[in-house]
Structures are given as structure tokens and as C-alpha cells.
């Protein structure tokens, strides 16, 4: 069965330190895989896309990485401000079913 | 541009009783989705309709019923609610259905059914 599993389910860091966010996935043929943010209360809104050849792509202070090989990804998240509170989701394209398939997300929470 | 937008934002419903979830959408989108989002578990899609005029079942549509009124409008329709039917619900939609298209997702609508 084509599973997306995230770690940890929930993280809380202070203002201004690093994190990052773990997905594994079992998912194929893989196609692309996405970060979503989903703000408390709100619907998710992508972050970045990975394809199969990509290894790291950047959106601000925010970095995904792909390993296609051990099938895992990371979003590395620098200087951490408060807007960050949010939940993360790893999202995995099935190309075959050409269906998304949702990790559980991470919840995670700055504090000042 | 509102992007995606949904109504109502919040309902309660007791069990038996129907409700008509709206979405609509002005991003000139082909494809529409409805997803259902539960604590500890990952987004599930229940319907979706490619393109204007088509619809098809998603992983779990029972208990659902959808229409694609327009290109712009997609909704999502409870006969019967149940209990197992709480949960919080989002539109979403994308220019095509491909792996490689970004949905872009509504606020949600919060459903409480007793």
C-alpha cells in the first residue's frame, strides 16, 4: 500500500533556531513530491515541488531535500519566526493512479 | 482574485439531516477536488472532477454525492449525514489533473455532525 509517514508528529522549538521535518514514503512510481504549510484554520498551500532527478530546492528559509533512493525527504526550516507555527504535509505523487497521496503532517510551534 | 473560496465556513448538523457544501473558484481551473481532513490522518480525496462535466470517485465517496454545476463551482452534497461524517472539509483545484500540477486548497468548512 502506498504510505507517506512524517516524524515527528509534533515539534516545538523557540524563535530564531532551526528544525527540520522528516517524510518517508513507500509510494511508486513516484513522480514529485510536495511540502504543503497549513496555517491553523486555514486550507494548505505548497511550499515547494521535487521531482525524481531533484535533491534540494529552496523556498526562502525554507529547504527541501529528496533522496529518490532511500525514499525520504526532509524540509529544513532556518532562523524560525513565529509565523512558522503551522502544520507541515508531505505529499507524494502516484504516477501510475496519477493520485496524491498525504502524509499525517507535523505540527509544529514557535515560541518566543 | 478570492482563489478558492467555500461556504459555510462552519455547520452543525444532526444525524440524518442533509446539507450542500460549496466551492467555487475563479483561477479559470479545469479540475476541482473535495477532500476530507481527520485528526492523525492525511488529507483523503472523496470526489473529483477532472473537467467541466465529469465527475469520479476518489478513495472514500460513500455517503457522498457531488455536482460540477460549472467550470467554476463543484459541490459536495451529504444525503444522510452521519456521525462518522465529522470532520473538516476542502475544496481544491488545479489547471489540469496531472502529478505535476499544484492544487491550490479552499479555507475548509468545519462539520460537526451529532
Known amino acids: 500500500k502506498n504510505q507517506v509517514e512524517q516524524s515527528p508528529q509534533s515539534l516545538i522549538i523557540l524563535e530564531g533556531k532551526n528544525c527540520t521535518l522528516q517524510c518517508n514514503y513507500t509510494v511508486s512510481p513516484f513522480s514529485n513530491l510536495r511540502w504543503y504549510k497549513q496555517d491553523t484554520g486555514r486550507g494548505p498551500v505548497s511550499l515547494t515541488i521535487m521531482t525524481f532527478s531533484e535533491n534540494t530546492k529552496s523556498n526562502g528559509r525554507y529547504t527541501a531535500t529528496l533522496d529518490a533512493d532511500t525514499k525520504q525527504s526532509s524540509l529544513h526550516i532556518t532562523a524560525s519566526q513565529l509565523s512558522d507555527s503551522a502544520s507541515y504535509i508531505c505529499v507524494v505523487s502516484d504516477w501510475g493512479a496519477q493520485k496524491l497521496v498525504f502524509g499525517q503532517g507535523t505540527r509544529l510551534t514557535i515560541n518566543p | 482574485n478570492a482563489g478558492v473560496t467555500q461556504t459555510p465556513k462552519f455547520q452543525v448538523l444532526k444525524t440524518g439531516q442533509s446539507m450542500t457544501l460549496q466551492c467555487a473558484q475563479d483561477?479559470?481551473?479545469?479540475?476541482m477536488y473535495w477532500y476530507r481532513q481527520d485528526p492523525g490522518m492525511g488529507l483523503r480525496l472523496i470526489y473529483y472532477?477532472?473537467?467541466?462535466?465529469?465527475?469520479d470517485k476518489g478513495e472514500v465517496p460513500n455517503g457522498y454525492n457531488v455536482s460540477r454545476l460549472n467550470k467554476r463551482e463543484f459541490s459536495l452534497r451529504l444525503e444522510s449525514a452521519a456521525p462518522s461524517q465529522t470532520s473538516v472539509y476542502f475544496c481544491?483545484?488545479?489547471?489540469?489533473?496531472?502529478?505535476?500540477?499544484?492544487?491550490?486548497f479552499g479555507p475548509g468548512t468545519r462539520l460537526l455532525v451529532l
Open positions: 483561477m479559470n481551473h479545469n479540475s
Open positions: 481544491a483545484s488545479s489547471y489540469y489533473r496531472g502529478s505535476g500540477e499544484t492544487q491550490y
Open positions: 472532477s477532472a473537467s467541466e462535466g465529469t465527475t
